[in-house]
Nanobody, 121 residues
Framework: AQLVESGGGSVQAGGSLKFSCAAS????????MGWFRQAPGKEREGVAV???????TYADSVKGRFTISRDNAKNTLHLQMNSLKPEDTAMYHC????????????????WGQGTQVTVSS
């Protein structure tokens, strides 16, 4: 099973970026998918998750600025990030799993290699 992210990069505060994540065929389309981020010296935190029926959950810190979406036919995940802030700077990872407990996928999880986002003030 494989998740491959694309997109990301550097942007000034207030700007926008969009990520995509392609899931390999052996990751069921019914799995939850989500975006997580980890800044240097900090623990990984959940950003947004989306269910197979497209219902979504967002971290309070990104509500109203980020939008998660998925294309079930292509088994791909997207994250549109607007009004970016320097505190959004982190390595962003795509993840997938059958269920979640809070921001943790259980009982198994799959992860992409990550893509860096840097927001300058």
């Amino acid at each position: 099973a494989q998740l491959v992210e694309s997109g990301g990069g550097s942007v000034q505060a207030g700007g926008s970026l969009k990520f995509s994540c392609a899931a390999s065929g052996d990751i069921p389309r019914t799995y939850l998918m989500g975006w997580f981020r980890q800044a240097p010296g900090k623990e990984r935190e959940g950003v947004a998750v989306i269910y197979g029926n497209s219902s979504t959950t967002y971290a309070d810190s990104v509500k109203g600025r980020f939008t998660i979406s998925r294309d079930n036919a292509k088994n791909t995940l997207h994250l549109q990030m607007n009004s970016l802030k320097p505190e959004d700077t982190a390595m962003y990872h795509c993840g997938a799993g059958p269920f979640r407990m809070g921001w943790v996928f259980v009982p198994v999880s799959y992860w992409g290699q990550g893509t860096q986002v840097t927001v300058s003030s």
